[in-house]
Antibody, heavy 116, light 107 residues
Framework: QVQLVESGGGVVQPGRSLRLSCAAS????????MHWVRQAPGKGLEWVAL????????SFGDSVRGRFTISRDNSKNTLWLQMDSLRPEDTALYYC?????????WGQGTLVIVSS | DIQMTQSPSTLSASVGDRVTITCRAS??????VAWYQQKPGKAPHLLIY???NLESGVPSRFSGSGSGTEFTLTISSLQPDDFATYYC?????????FGQGTKVEIK
């Protein structure tokens, strides 16, 4: 079955960097656009970034554009989110999700806490 | 960016009630709207895509409609498992955007 497993979260100081990973299994990653979505504690969902199935189309949400980078390696069935210049407001549970017609599969998330 | 304004923010209802949640978009577009259900401590779950298409495995009491700037999610007869938070999302234009959520509570 489709499985997405995020990792790499943790506690980091403001201004520092963190790299999240998402391991995909149960489906051919090369066939799907992939996304990162985050949810601050007690808050709603915020779409963060997309990378198209072949990596040629990338888009970011306004609050992370210029600070975050998204990449993928279809041969390794892995998606990454490189987060630089982190801010306290980036504190959230970060989900990777699959989809081109809405997000039809989600991981369980990895928690990022930005705090001094 | 397209803003999605969801209403109500909270909804109190009883088992068996018909429930409707509305999402209004800041600009008009076609049917590229999805609806999700999220329960506490869990990842969201896709219910509806392309405004009215039921995701595989989702009970038929869930339905979606709308186009332009107004979209709705309807639960025809609320079941105990349906008490959760619901989100709309537009995927017409990047950046994709979510509504702020509607919490469906037990009355």
């Amino acid at each position: 079955q489709v499985q997405l497993v995020e990792s790499g979260g943790g506690v980091v100081q403001p201004g520092r960097s963190l790299r999240l990973s998402c391991a995909a299994s149960g489906f051919p990653l090369r066939d799907y656009g992939m996304h990162w979505v985050r949810q601050a504690p007690g808050k709603g969902l915020e779409w963060v970034a997309l990378i198209s199935y072949d990596g040629t189309n990338i888009s970011f949400g306004d609050s992370v554009r210029g600070r975050f980078t998204i990449s993928r390696d279809n041969s390794k069935n892995t998606l990454w989110l490189q987060m630089d210049s982190l801010r306290p407001e980036d504190t959230a549970l970060y989900y990777c999700a699959r989809g081109d017609r809405g997000l039809d599969s989600w991981g369980q998330g990895t928690l990022v806490i930005v705090s001094s | 960016d397209i803003q999605m304004t969801q209403s109500p923010s909270t909804l109190s209802a009883s088992v068996g009630d018909r429930v409707t949640i509305t999402c209004r978009a800041s600009e008009s577009f076609s049917k590229w709207v999805a609806w999700y259900q999220q329960k506490p401590g869990k990842a969201p779950h896709l219910l509806i895509y392309k405004a009215s298409n039921l995701e595989s495995g989702v009970p038929s009491r869930f339905s979606g409609s709308g186009s332009g700037t107004e979209f709705t999610l309807t639960i025809s007869s609320l079941q105990p498992d349906d008490f959760a938070t619901y989100y709309c999302q537009q995927y017409n234009t990047y950046p994709w955007t979510f509504g702020q959520g509607t919490k469906v509570e037990i009355k």
